[in-house]
């Protein structure tokens, strides 16, 4: 996760934050999880969690959504501890569905969230911009943060059980850092770049857990993810000259 962070950084930085948000989209931290859970309990089991992910990642939408929102008129700390909030509160209430309905359903349920957040986004007015604030050492710190939030859930996985595994597997782990750091020496506005370059890459990710749910049980990890990551990145391919021909960026 160190280097991820801190390359992410590197390309938002240069090219700007809608290509670092794109590129964060990519499963860096909820496929480590997923691998690391495969291998510590099973395929069948890590394959079991991606109904309860798929309820991750609509909380994840209300994550962002909320930040956005707060964000316009309170800081990066208050921000993201709403945000976190609204998620938690978000997978308490779908965790009691959650085995109601087989990863196929939940499949589409979350497709149909992304699509309707995404067009519905919240604007941040030209008003709130602000002029860009230097923060030292903020490559380190991005990266020390960031690998406490995997170790820590990743250490948690296994006593939580499947369904709450899955839930804390996209846990804005990637999203937070990269808001608060953006937030705090850039401005709201460029959070939401960030944020519209993490939901064009959503609709990979989101496929990439569904084929998680069906390759995992029945061929090798390796090859699981390898189709699971290469289908990803054609759908973010395909969906950033989407969303950029619609202009919802």
Request: net charge positive; hydrophobic share 55%.
């Amino acid at each position: 996760m160190p280097p991820v962070i801190a390359g992410v950084t590197f390309i938002s930085k240069k090219w700007g934050n809608n290509l670092g948000g794109i590129v964060a989209s990519l499963p860096w931290v909820a496929g480590p999880i997923i691998l690391f859970i495969a291998l510590e309990q099973g395929s069948n089991f890590a394959a079991s969690t991606i109904p309860g992910v798929m309820v991750g990642i609509i909380g994840w939408l209300v994550f962002c959504i909320t930040y956005i929102i707060i964000g316009q008129k309170f800081n990066a700390l208050i921000s993201v501890l709403i945000g976190y909030l609204t998620y938690i509160i978000t997978g308490i209430l779908l965790q009691r569905v959650s085995s109601g309905f087989n990863v196929n359903t939940w499949f589409i349920i979350t497709l149909i969230l992304i699509i309707i957040s995404l067009y519905y986004f919240p604007k941040v007015p030209e008003g709130t911009y602000k002029p860009g604030k230097k923060l030292r050492f903020e490559i380190p710190l991005r990266m020390t943060m960031i690998t406490a939030f995997v170790l820590a859930i990743t250490y948690f996985a296994d006593i939580l059980g499947p369904t709450w595994s899955g839930i804390l597997t996209p846990f804005p782990i990637m999203t937070a850092v990269l808001a608060i750091f953006v937030h705090y020496t850039q401005g709201i506005h460029q959070v939401r770049k960030v944020f519209i370059g993490l939901y064009t890459g959503i609709f990979g990710f989101t496929t990439f857990l569904y084929l998680q749910a069906h390759f995992l049980p029945v061929m090798s990890i390796t090859n699981s993810f390898l189709i699971g990551i290469a289908v990803d990145l054609i759908l973010t391919f395909v969906t950033v000259k989407i969303i950029s021909k619609l202009k919802l960026n």
